[in-house]
């Protein structure tokens, strides 16, 4: 049995729909199918959860909404016409909708989740719906009465282990199973949304729990490729990874497959295949947990920005048994997550996604550094970008390092701090930000291929 999930590149519009059909019709072992809310048509058009956002939040300020709600159901309306379906499907949508808006709330963000969760659940319906005009057996399934049981972090939900054991039963249905990505319900049943392109996550999960063959996951590229093809045209095409790499190039920036979708795959080993919808013949990319083929050193390069590091100095912090506990106690404090905590001897460096600082609580921090572990310096650097280079093969290869500083010399570009993950088969470099797309030619020039710069 196959779990298939389409993103919204895929279902942006009914003739997308008409391959995702297609798609589904030609291998009867995909089973399960999750869809995304519709993307985007156009370099300038929005994505419905976009959409759906910005409702939800002029709702919550008290503003008029019908605008933006008009924009919402006239993607779905389209996608009605551009199929042939019944527009009597749209009415009990747009009930839906009003009801979610008006029913009360325990807090902002769990409404919004409410809102937010609409774009795939309204999809998976007339998905669903246009299945069974088509004749094929199919039904639409929702993740309450699936059981996807998700922990009660609005915007950011984690699956329950308690999950699995109730959505195994999908493997019992007969016919095609509809299921909305992006969102489950918490145990007080509330809908609650995963990180934005969390559908990928829906699909993982349910190839974890009915212990699917493959999980394959269509979008709109040919492949996985080595760098994101925004920063290089044309870039060269993965055809394998391992569980590891991808979760590092994800994490990384590469922005095909959420990085929380290799976990429930990684557990159960359960092939995940990225492949495209308009252009099923193309290989894709399987992501396993060996790999065939050698490649290498470097697999991939990813690179992402919007990162600030907290740089603190002091003489003999190597000493001072429980400094790093105390450092990080103080972030926990005001709810600050981070990413890495390259260090030295006497300091210690903590790189956090910056939309989390605001300018008071960055001069907190600082005080708080300063006067609790009688710091020697304290300095926040903004605008940073990570760049992660990756590949199994670095562990068993002498001179990587080597050859990436020497590319980024080259490049004149100033490396503001290194960090190589324990397992070796990651290298980040921090970079200032209007230096990270010449970093990251820099870097592909060195390991894959000439680039026209
Ligand atoms: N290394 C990479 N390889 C392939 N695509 C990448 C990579 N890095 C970033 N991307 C981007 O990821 C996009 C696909 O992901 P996404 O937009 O979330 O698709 P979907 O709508 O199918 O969920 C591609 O169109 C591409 O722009
Ligand atoms: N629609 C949600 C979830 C998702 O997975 O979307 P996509 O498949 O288009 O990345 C989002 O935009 O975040």
Not at 413 to 427: D, L
Not at 438 to 449: K, N, T
Request: charged residues 25%.
């Amino acid at each position: 049995m196959k779990v298939i999930k389409f993103g919204g590149s895929s279902l942006a519009a009914g003739e997308q729909i008409k391959k995702v059909f297609q798609i589904v019709c030609e291998d009867p072992t995909r089973k399960i199918v999750v869809v995304s809310a519709p993307g985007k048509r156009s370099n300038e058009d929005q994505k419905v959860t976009d959409l759906l956002i910005q409702c939800a939040e002029k709702h919550f300020r008290g503003e008029n909404c019908a605008e933006i709600i008009k924009a919402i159901f006239y993607r779905y309306e389209t996608i009605c016409i551009e199929l042939e379906l019944p527009m009597s499907i749209l009415e009990s949508i747009k009930e839906d909708f009003a009801e979610r808006l008006m029913a009360g709330y325990k807090d902002k963000f769990s409404f919004y989740d409410r809102v937010k969760a609409c774009g795939e659940d309204y999809m998976a319906q007339l998905v669903a719906h246009f299945f069974q005009v088509q004749g094929l057996q199919a039904a639409y399934v929702n993740p309450k009465e699936a059981g996807l049981i998700v922990s009660r972090e609005p915007g950011n939900a984690q699956v329950l282990p308690v999950s699995y054991k109730k959505l195994s039963n999908l493997k019992e249905k007969s016919g095609i199973t509809v299921f909305p990505g992006f969102f489950g319900y918490s145990q007080e049943g509330e809908i609650m949304t995963f990180s934005r392109s969390g559908s990928d996550v829906t699909g993982a999960i349910l190839a974890k729990a009915v212990q699917a063959d493959v999980y394959e996951n269509f979008t709109d590229v040919n492949a996985v490729y080595s760098v994101n093809p925004a920063i290089v045209s044309n870039p060269k095409e993965i055809r394998e990874l391992t569980y590891r790499e991808m979760r590092e190039l994800s994490y990384g920036g590469f922005t095909v497959l959420h990085d929380e979708a290799l976990i429930p795959a990684f557990s159960e080993k359960i092939p995940v295949h990225i492949r495209n919808t308009n252009n099923s013949s193309a290989p894709g990319t399987k992501i396993v947990s060996r790999r065939e083929e050698e490649i290498g050193p470097v697999v991939g390069i990813a690179s992402d920005h919007g990162f600030c590091s907290i740089y603190v100095s002091k003489y003999l912090m190597n000493r001072e048994i429980g400094f790093g506990r105390k450092l990080l106690t103080i972030l926990e404090e005001f709810g600050l997550s981070y990413e890495h905590s390259p260090s030295g001897i006497d300091d210690i460096s903590i790189i956090l996604r910056e939309d989390q600082l605001t300018p008071s609580a960055e001069s907190k921090i600082i005080e708080r550094i300063k006067i609790e572990l009688t710091a020697d310096e304290v300095v926040i650097q903004h605008h940073l970008s990570l760049i992660m280079v990756v590949g199994e093969g670095m562990r068993h290869n002498v001179g990587t390092m080597s050859r990436a500083s020497k590319a980024l010399a080259e490049a004149r570009v100033n490396i503001e701090m290194i960090n190589q993950g324990s397992s070796e088969v990651s290298m980040m470099f921090g970079v200032k930000e209007i230096d990270e797309k010449r970093a990251v030619e820099a870097l592909y020039r060195e390991f894959f291929a000439p680039v026209p710069v």
